[in-house]
């Protein structure tokens, strides 16, 4: 007997992520990394964060901060985000805040929550892989959201989902500097979304990881303020905010939260219970002190420091990218999305990159339901310091054009 012939039919869904694995890279010193789009952690609030730790530890908190905590998350903490989602344009209260072990247990559990096997998840192409991942254990097919028209009209994505035997449960996209193709959209493709989320009755799931990192333009409202404002309040929205603290001060203490209506709210509640019971005590309570203190000025830290490393890629590609080679010029966020010409090949190319260049990126095809998009690429930019960019793409270029 093997184990393996027991696995319930949704383990075949799971598949490593190719991010992760190119971060085994990032051990290997000689390897000028583009791929892991990870903060530096050069500038993580360390000294904050330590402070804030021993002053709990050694004060009269010690004893909750170790204990058990409710399952929605520390009292206090849930309050600070309810106010600053407030500052977004989203009146609400502690009771629509739920805290998670960072924003990608949010997705696992929005997905367990709406997908049924067999029901349809609505994502853009290319989109996030670790929601790809978060969702495919729960047997959904997928569909293509555009968010500058040419949908399928809500009738033909209701038809579709029927004939696949489930519907069409929810729309997800990463609206501000999206990973992986730094895309930001505009007032007018948000509510686009939220139209055609109308029609066809569904939920739209808003991945805020990256939205404080702007540096360039004017900000955006997020699309839940815009769904309350159509809705009459978060409680009567279709809309799901999920946010994180990983990108701004720390990915390693895993806090991240859901802004929801309270009906959902209380059903991620339950999952909670049943799945970790609260994520760590300690760590919300620390991340509640470092937040009051410094989260506006880590931002400020955070902008300043990336913008920077933004622009000396987008120079370096401008210089030494070979003719038929095209790049966004993200806004914000962490990444910039490369085009390659038509039947080039990234996966092949990484391995050709890594072999010949010590150069490592993440093959776009990766970032695809479908598996296409094999002639694009990601590069991060918040690890790739001066010496990195001015070694890192003039060899990437050179092996695209030998």
């Known amino acids: 007997m093997t184990l393996m012939n027991l696995l319930a039919s949704r383990s075949s869904r799971m598949k490593a992520s190719e991010i992760r694995e190119l971060l085994k890279l990032l051990d290997q010193p000689d390897i000028i990394s583009f791929a892991g789009g990870i903060p530096d952690p050069a500038l993580f609030p360390a000294e904050a964060i330590r402070d804030a730790y021993a002053d709990v530890l050694g004060g009269a908190e010690a004893g909750a901060a170790l204990q058990y905590q409710v399952s929605e998350g520390y009292l206090p903490l849930r309050r600070w985000l309810a106010g600053q989602m407030g500052k977004l344009g989203v009146a609400c209260d502690e009771a629509n805040i739920f805290i998670t072990s960072g924003s990608q247990q949010a997705l696992d559990y929005l997905g367990k929550l709406f997908l049924s096997p067999g029901d349809t998840a609505l994502v853009t192409w290319p989109t996030y892989l670790g929601a790809l991942q978060a969702f495919n254990a729960y047997e959904p097919r997928y569909e293509r959201l555009t968010v500058d028209g040419g949908n399928m009209t809500p009738d033909a994505y209701r038809a579709a989902a029927a004939a696949n035997g489930g519907k069409a449960k929810f729309a997800y996209l990463v609206p501000d500097f999206a990973n992986p193709t730094g895309e930001t959209l505009n007032r007018q493709q948000r509510e ?80 909670k219970q049943a799945s970790d019971l609260h994520s760590p005590s300690i760590n919300q309570v620390v991340m509640h002190r470092v937040a009051e203190a410094v989260f506006d000025g880590q931002v400020e830290k955070l902008i300043g420091a990336y913008r920077e490393r933004r622009d000396g890629l987008l120079a370096a590609l401008e210089a030494n990218m070979p003719e038929g080679v095209t790049w966004s010029r993200p806004e914000g966020g962490m990444f910039v999305w490369v085009t390659l010409p038509e039947g080039s090949d990234a996966t092949a190319l990484l391995a050709r990159s890594v072999k010949e260049a010590r150069v490592a990126f993440v093959p776009g095809s990766a970032f695809f339901a479908d598996g296409t998009g094999r002639n694009t690429l990601r590069l991060s930019f918040t690890l790739a310091d001066r010496r990195a960019v001015s070694e890192g793409i003039p060899r990437l270029a050179a092996i695209l054009k030998g």
């Open 192 to 271: 686009a979304v939220l139209d055609l989320a109308g029609e066809l009755d569904i939920a739209v799931i808003e991945d805020a990881a990256y939205r404080a990192l702007r540096y360039d333009g004017e900000g955006v409202p997020p699309i839940l303020a815009l769904d309350c404002i159509r809705s009459g309040g978060i409680d009567k929205a279709r809309t799901l905010y999920c946010g994180s603290f990983s990108k701004i001060l720390s990915p390693g203490m895993r806090v991240g939260w859901v802004c929801a209506p309270r009906h959902v709210v209380e059903k991620l509640v339950l999952m």
